[in-house]
């Protein structure tokens, strides 16, 4: 017969606490809601910022757009643009010329910055007592707003459709 081994005292671990309490899961919770509202009110600004951002950049390629589309143009053609409408173009919301002002998002208007300078060309500094005009220069002044209307008045605008004016140069060799 086998001899019978006396059963080892087993020793059972002690049990350890495991995981978070109430209060460090409330705590973690709080500081997680103060973040994402913190975060949800700053939404709204970098929103605003986003739209300014975006309409700015239209209104450079509508800038842009029009003095290349003068600078193409010979002096002669510029000559609408001493007019007191000047004249006026069309552009999506991306800053797209458009044909008519059914799709447009933005009204633009171009005008020489001074009549004069259409015959006798923009004054530059020359010595202390003159102004030697130069042949080849001209300053046009590009209005932009956000608006749809074909009669936009660009020298009156109302409150709710700033008007935003730029100054190009538009230079030729010849002319």
């Known amino acids: 017969m086998k001899p019978t081994l006396a059963p080892k005292s087993v020793a059972l671990p002690t049990r350890t606490r ?3 309490s109430l209060v460090e899961v ?3 919770v709080g500081i997680m809601g103060l973040g994402v509202v913190t975060i949800l009110g700053l939404l709204p600004h970098g929103l605003e ?7 700015e950049q239209a209104h450079t390629r509508i800038v842009d757009s029009i003095a290349s589309d003068l ?3 010979s002096w002669a053609d510029m000559a609408g643009a ?3 409408g000047g004249i006026k173009f069309f552009f999506d919301d991306q800053g797209l010329r458009q044909e008519s002002s059914t799709n447009a998002t933005f009204v633009a208007r171009a005008q020489m910055v001074n009549e004069a300078e259409l015959t006798i060309g923009m004054p530059m500094p020359g010595n202390a007592n003159s102004l030697q005009p130069n042949p080849n220069l001209r300053r046009i002044r590009i209005d932009v707003a956000t608006s749809q209307d074909q009669n936009f008045n660009f020298d009156a605008p109302p ?3 700033p008007v935003k004016r730029y100054t190009a140069l538009v230079a030729k060799m010849r002319p």
């Open 18 to 20: 495991s995981g978070f």
């Open 71 to 73: 600078q193409g143009a």
């Open 82 to 84: 001493t007019r007191a």
């Open 159 to 161: 409150a709710a459709a």
């Open 26 to 28: 409330v705590l973690a």
């Open 49 to 55: 910022l986003s739209r300014k951002t975006f309409n």
